[in-house]
Nanobody, 124 residues
């Protein structure tokens, strides 16, 4: 059983940056593929970015490609989401999720473990 805790959210102006962290405990995060999802009010959960177990492969939603970067440090049991050039459309609760496979899908229903989420608000 792995537990996930997100942190790093907050309020930023358009064009600003945030770095989200997903810290794991209970088990090594190195055996899991990890993805970031987000959910805005009244909307379905939306895939944002994913990373394979080794960190060698990453994949992104078209809406965030070039602005957001997912990475992992398995020695620190942490996955990151560097968010640059943020826009109001990025406002949502951001969740990290894990599945015990080498690479994860983009559909949230297949992920086994979820954090509680961290709020990101982009507004002037």
């Amino acid at each position: 059983q792995v537990q996930l805790v997100e942190s790093g959210g907050g309020l930023v102006q358009p064009g600003g940056s945030l770095r989200l962290s997903c810290a794991a405990s209970g088990r090594s995060l190195g055996v899991y593929a990890v993805a970031w999802f987000r959910q805005a009010p009244g909307k379905e959960r939306e895939f944002v970015a994913g990373i394979s177990r080794s960190g060698r492969s990453t994949y992104y939603a078209d809406s965030v490609k070039g602005r957001l970067t997912i990475s992992r440090d398995n020695a620190k049991n942490t996955v990151y989401l560097q968010m640059n050039n943020l826009q109001p459309e990025d406002t949502a609760v951001y969740y990290c999720a894990a599945v015990q496979s080498v690479i994860g899908p983009t559909t949230p229903r297949t992920y086994d473990y979820w954090g509680q989420g961290t709020q990101v608000t982009v507004s002037s």
